[in-house]
Each structure stands twice: as C-alpha cells, then as structure tokens.
C-alpha cells in the first residue's frame, strides 16, 4: 500500500495485476469502472450493497437547529443528503 493504512485505486489496480494477471491499464481501467458503476447508482438514488463487504446508504437530513461551541449561538443547519456506509456482518467479524 501507498500510505501506512490507506487502499488507494493504484493499489487495486496491482493487485488485479498480480492476481488474476490483468495489463496494469486493464486493471486500472476496471477499477475505474466498477467505482464509476457505484458513483453512477449513489447519483441515481440507488443504495449500494457488495455482498460479504458492506452497504452504502444515502440519507436526507432534515433542517436542523445546530449550536456553536465556542459561542454557544444557534445557527440553523441546512438540510443535505449524505452517504453512509454500513459494514456487513462478517466484515464486521473479520475486524473485530
């Protein structure tokens, strides 16, 4: 890996090319691709689930009254969409 605890594309991209012996442009290629399907579907929508891995989930969150800390005001936090992600059970087991 590039940085002590950090996966990056790069780093996908080698494994499929000492793995299953992909040109490193057809691995890289095929990374971007699968990231892009997933872009493509949170853009649309749609939940993300990888079977084993985990589900990544878009939320709306209502307006909300939010208050600074350091001054103690009230300032109205906007409503948003966000993404969240939610480990499988057996992930879960296999980092616990």
Do not use: W, Y
């Not at 996908?12 to 990231?35: H, K, P, T």
């Not at 409503?79 to 480990?87: E, G, I, K």
């Amino acid at each position: 890996m590039a940085d002590a605890g950090t996966l990056t594309r790069a780093d996908l991209a080698e494994m499929l090319n000492r793995q299953i012996g992909l040109s490193r442009a057809d691995a890289a290629a095929m990374v971007e691709s699968i990231l892009d399907h997933m872009t493509d579907a949170l853009l649309d929508g749609d939940n993300v689930k990888i079977s084993g891995f985990g589900t990544f989930v878009l939320r709306d969150k209502a307006e909300r009254i939010g208050r600074n800390p350091k001054t103690g005001v009230e300032v109205p936090i906007t409503p948003r969409r966000v993404l969240t992600f939610r480990a499988s059970q057996g992930m879960r087991q296999k980092v616990k």
